[in-house]
Nanobody, 119 residues
Framework: QVQLVESGGGLVQPGGSLRLSCAASGSGFSINNMGWYRQAPGNQRELVAVISSGGSTNYADSVKGRFTISRDNAKNTVYLQMNSLKPEDTAVYYC?????????????WGQGTQVTVSS
């Protein structure tokens, strides 16, 4: 079993920055891809960014050039640095991770952290 705990959300003015963190914990597993998704009220959950265990990244077009995903494999932690934030970035941000026990793979989700961009 893998638990994901997110932190770093909050209220920020347009043009500001926030850094989200997500730490995976548990035993008997290893983490493959990790990522961030977001869901705004009335919208479906959408991909923000993903990163492989080797460091390859992929971003939604709406955040390219503004957001940076990174990870610390030793800590099983993924980060999302968000710069030049816009009101349309307001959403609940969810971390996810693909964990494996060497036999099977499973997708895990964090509880979500609110990001609000408003003046």
């Amino acid at each position: 079993q893998v638990q994901l705990v997110e932190s770093g959300g909050g209220l920020v003015q347009p043009g500001g920055s926030l850094r989200l963190s997500c730490a995976a914990s548990g035993s008997g597993f290893s983490i493959n891809n990790m990522g961030w998704y977001r869901q705004a009220p009335g919208n479906q959950r959408e991909l923000v960014a993903v990163i492989s265990s080797g460091g390859s990244t992929n971003y939604a077009d709406s955040v390219k050039g503004r957001f940076t995903i990174s990870r610390d494999n030793a800590k099983n932690t993924v980060y999302l640095q968000m710069n030049s934030l816009k009101p349309e970035d307001t959403a609940v941000y969810y971390c996810n991770a693909i964990g494996t026990n060497g036999i099977s793979f499973r997708l895990y989700w964090g509880q979500g952290t609110q990001v609000t961009v408003s003046s």
